[in-house]
């Protein structure tokens, strides 16, 4: 298998018509993308659970398709990239998230909410490829003491398609749907796909005709690690298990938060008016990463993540006891101390691993199955127990997070990279 060297600028061919900064730029548009198709599933899960008078557990599936494709297409993903590049592997991922956004269109026409599963499916598998592309690209472009600030920089861009697409989301999906029929609230999904296609295929073409700079030894075969020798570097498999508890954590609120902000003694709001907080919830997210690429420049990110964890556990907590706005905003504002997690997790669970950088970026993207299994925990815990108090569930997800942050993360100095070099 192809792998990726250790990121660091040297390591970006300078005989490309591109700049890093340029290639930078051209990232931040893929990021927006797939943070706003992602987020469209918060809008997504309410809507077809009215729709199809579905269970909480059901409803998840949406969730379970999706993030499962991350399960089954990351290491083919990775193994892709390392074949054909990340510049071509980012082209094909755009192109396949395409055409899962336009299967909405039938599966709308069908009125069948098994075909709106396959369509997320497809769409996931697009977006996987996209990961495992985009994400070790992004940290290659500069040198590695900076990899966490660049990388989380690209995701507050994330955060904006994130923010955003609960709004667009809820004026469309719900606003189109409102009073209508059955075949009508189906239909309310096909403008938002059909457009999301049309923009994915153009963004495609930018991509393949844009001159970015390439990885110099991107295309050397490089020999898998065994699952034995992967056990000598245990700072990359705990952050693949932070990966999975942060996504799935993350993904649980984001799932249930209108349907949470609809509770009488919470806030009695419309599905509508509901999409609208979920932008401060996202939002949130996209505020705190710019702050956080400031922050880590001068505060170990070690810090920076335990303390975010902390404090989005004593949040949670605050909104499972509390009602009204209190509940309302203390939930919202979650999103605010989610914002570094993802980028933090990933780029420190990359430290050491050199030319092997597309394997462990491909296993961490298999962790982002928890997306799929967490939330139909959640799920089942809230048909149940009620919503509310399903929101235990993400509190033992900060709580790893915590234990990573301040410990498991410091493992890397088992991992030198002369060991990676020599396997």
């Avoid at 923010?163 to 719900?174: E, Q, S, Y």
């Amino acid at each position: 298998m192809a792998g990726s060297p250790l990121p660091q600028s040297d390591n970006v061919q300078s005989n490309s018509t591109s700049t890093p900064k340029f290639a930078l730029s051209v990232m931040t548009s893929i990021f927006f993308i797939w943070g706003f198709i992602t987020c469209l599933n918060d809008i997504l899960i309410p809507h077809l659970r009215m729709q199809f008078d579905l269970s909480y557990t059901q409803a998840m599936l949406i969730q379970f398709c999706f993030f499962g494709a991350y399960f089954i297409c990351s290491i083919p993903a990775g193994r892709i990239v390392g074949r054909i590049g990340y510049k071509k592997g980012m082209v094909t991922g755009l192109l396949i998230t395409a055409v899962g956004a336009g299967l909405f269109y039938p599966a709308a026409a069908t009125a069948q909410y098994v075909f709106f599963l396959a369509a997320l499916f497809v769409l996931a598998s697009g977006i996987t490829l996209l990961q495992v592309a985009a994400n070790p690209y992004v940290v290659a472009l500069g040198p590695s003491s900076t990899a966490e600030t660049r990388l989380n920089l690209t995701q507050a861009f994330n955060s904006l398609g994130t923010t955003v697409a609960p709004l667009f989301g809820g004026l469309l999906i719900f606003g189109l749907a409102a009073n209508a029929t059955a075949e009508a609230h189906a239909e309310a999904v096909q403008i938002p796909y059909i457009g999301i296609a049309a923009f994915l295929i153009l963004l495609a073409v930018i991509v393949s005709k844009t001159s970015l700079p390439v990885i110099a030894s991107q295309e050397k075969p490089v020999k898998p690690l065994s699952f034995a020798q992967l056990k000598q570097y245990p700072h990359l498999l705990f952050g693949v298990l932070g990966i999975f508890l942060y996504v799935g954590g993350e993904v649980a609120i984001g799932s249930f938060l209108v349907n949470f902000l609809g509770e009488s003694h919470i806030g009695g709001m419309s599905e509508e008016t509901a999409s609208a907080y979920v932008a401060y919830y996202w939002g949130g997210a996209m505020v705190g990463r710019f702050v956080g690429s400031y922050v880590m420049l001068r505060v170990s990110a070690h810090k920076v993540l335990t303390g975010n964890a902390v404090i989005a556990m004593v949040l949670i907590i605050t909104a499972m006891m509390t009602s009204g706005q209190v509940a309302v905003w203390a939930i919202l504002l979650v999103g605010l101390f989610n914002s570094i997690m993802f980028p933090t997790i990933f780029s420190l669970s990359l430290k050491g691993m050199g030319q092997h950088t597309s394997q462990a970026s491909g296993l961490l993207c298999l962790a982002i199955v928890g997306g799929a299994l967490v939330p139909l925990l959640q799920g089942v815990m809230a048909d149940g127990m009620g919503v509310q108090l399903a929101f235990i569930v993400p509190v033992f997800c900060y709580l790893y997070i915590a234990w990573f942050a301040s410990v498991g993360s410091k493992q890397q100095k088992h991992a030198p990279d002369a060991e990676l070099a020599a396997s």
